[in-house]
């Protein structure tokens, strides 16, 4: 039974690396992704904040060795669920089983002067330039602005402001600056009271100005302001985005998106295409887009076709993922959530504490041993 999986990420690893794991040589996975290696979400920041360097959070794909799965590096040009076949620049490949894993991309074209009057920070290329912007930043008003949901990480913008708050005291330039976060939620993190009360007293504590409930939809670079959706005017020295968030266009392409995303059975991860599954960022499943759940939804598409391989029953998708945070000032919260079909999502806050900061380190060190066989810290 040949598995085609598109996309190394979240999803893709861990689904690859489960199979290995429990068939050995036994199975015959194809992972295809277009790039030479990985990096965590969380890394970006770690890097744009000076911590860490873009060269020690890569991780090659060609330390991903695995039993019966063989990576290719090349772009996937299109996609025939029908057939389960896809086109890349390095031919066809064909499975018996389709699982696409290939993310969210982001359009920063999509907010117009988003790119002239400021950053975005949430493509690597974006993350790693400011790395250089930020320690020549001497202070002044920093403007940290959402476009529209969805987007990766709900908490990573909180965890930019109290990050950019903390970079600020360091350089001494704190007092003479403004930390302002543009949110189109009406709290931080919205499944999770505890852990939204706790992020706007600290914002509050730290002088961060909170602007929920509406989004960025341009920036007049002559002007140096961010324009509000709700036409406020956001004057800045140092904007921040977070882009538009869309499906890769091969899989607009494809045909599998409705509404942007590809709509997937929420127990099963399961598309509409016999034998075709979605996993993670790339669909609308429900649970926010980040690699914890991608890796949670790909656990359970692995447990499927390893339980079809035996001929067992398999479980269903319970829709939980634990979140870190950054909370400034080496400080890391947890939350824990879930996020059922029909009911309202259930988050429950842990920490932050400095301890909770060695199980982030934890979380990362893990995966990367599993998946790469490396010894690692994003620290
Ligand atoms: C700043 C920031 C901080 C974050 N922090 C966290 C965190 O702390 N915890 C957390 O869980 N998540 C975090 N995330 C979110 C997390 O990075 C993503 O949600 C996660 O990577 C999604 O996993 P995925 O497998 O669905 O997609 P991805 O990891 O995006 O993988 C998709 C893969 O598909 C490949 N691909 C796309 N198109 C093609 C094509 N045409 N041909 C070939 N390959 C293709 C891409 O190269 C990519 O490798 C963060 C994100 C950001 C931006």
Redesign the pocket.
């Known amino acids: 039974m040949r598995v085609v999986v598109?996309?190394?990420?979240?999803?893709?690893?861990?689904l690859s690396s489960r199979l290995s794991e429990e068939l050995g040589d036994e199975t015959d996975v194809v992972l295809?992704?277009?790039?030479a290696g990985?990096?965590?979400?969380?890394?970006?920041?770690d890097v744009m904040f000076g911590r860490t360097t873009a060269d020690a959070v890569f991780h090659p794909y060609a330390d991903f060795v695995k039993p019966g799965v063989q990576f290719v590096q090349?772009?996937?040009?299109s996609i025939d669920a029908t057939n389960k076949r896809v086109e890349?620049d390095a031919g066809t490949f064909e499975g018996d089983i389709l699982v696409i894993?290939?993310?969210?991309?982001l359009d920063p074209a999509a907010t117009p002067g988003l790119l002239e009057g400021g950053y975005e920070?949430?493509?690597e290329a974006g993350?790693f330039a400011l790395r250089d912007v930020l320690a020549e930043f001497d202070g002044g008003r920093v403007v940290i602005g959402v476009t529209r949901p969805p987007?990766?990480?709900p908490?990573?913008p909180s965890?930019?402001a109290l990050m950019m708050h903390d970079l600020l005291v360091r350089k001494g330039v704190r007092d003479r600056s403004e930390i302002t976060l543009v949110m189109p939620f009406p709290v931080p993190i919205p499944p999770a009271p505890d852990a939204s009360q706790a992020l706007l007293t600290a914002f509050e504590e730290h002088g961060i100005t909170w602007m929920p409930e509406r989004g960025v939809r341009a920036l007049d670079p002559a002007r140096r302001v961010a324009i509000l959706t709700d036409d406020t005017e956001v004057p800045h020295d140092l904007f921040l985005g977070?882009p538009v968030h869309v499906a890769?266009?091969?899989?607009i392409e494809s045909g599998l998106t409705v509404d942007g995303w590809i709509p997937v059975d929420p127990a099963t991860l399961a598309t509409a295409y016999p034998d075709v599954y979605a996993?993670?960022?790339?669909?609308s499943v429900g649970t926010?887009?980040?690699?914890?759940?991608?890796?949670g939804?790909?656990k359970v598409v692995a447990d499927e076709i390893i339980a079809r391989h035996r001929g067992q029953d398999t479980a269903s998708y319970d829709g939980r993922?634990i979140?870190?945070?950054e909370f400034g000032d080496g400080k890391v919260g947890k939350v824990d959530v879930v996020f059922l079909p029909g009911q309202p999502p259930v988050g429950t806050l842990a920490g932050p504490s400095i301890d909770l900061a060695g199980d982030?380190a934890e979380?990362g060190a893990t995966r990367a041993r599993r998946w790469f066989g490396q010894e690692w810290s994003n620290f």
Not at 74 to 77: M, N, P, S
Not at 248 to 251: C, G, I, L, N, Q
Not at 279 to 283: A, C, E, N
């Open positions: 598109l996309g190394a990420g979240f999803a893709g690893l861990e295809i992704d277009k790039t990985f990096v965590f979400g969380f890394s970006k920041l090349t772009a996937i040009t890349t894993g290939l993310g969210a991309d920070f949430y493509t993350a987007f990766k990480c908490p990573a965890e930019t977070i890769p266009p091969v899989v996993v993670g960022d790339v669909t926010p887009k980040a690699g914890v759940f991608s890796e939804q790909a993922g979140c870190y945070f982030k979380f």
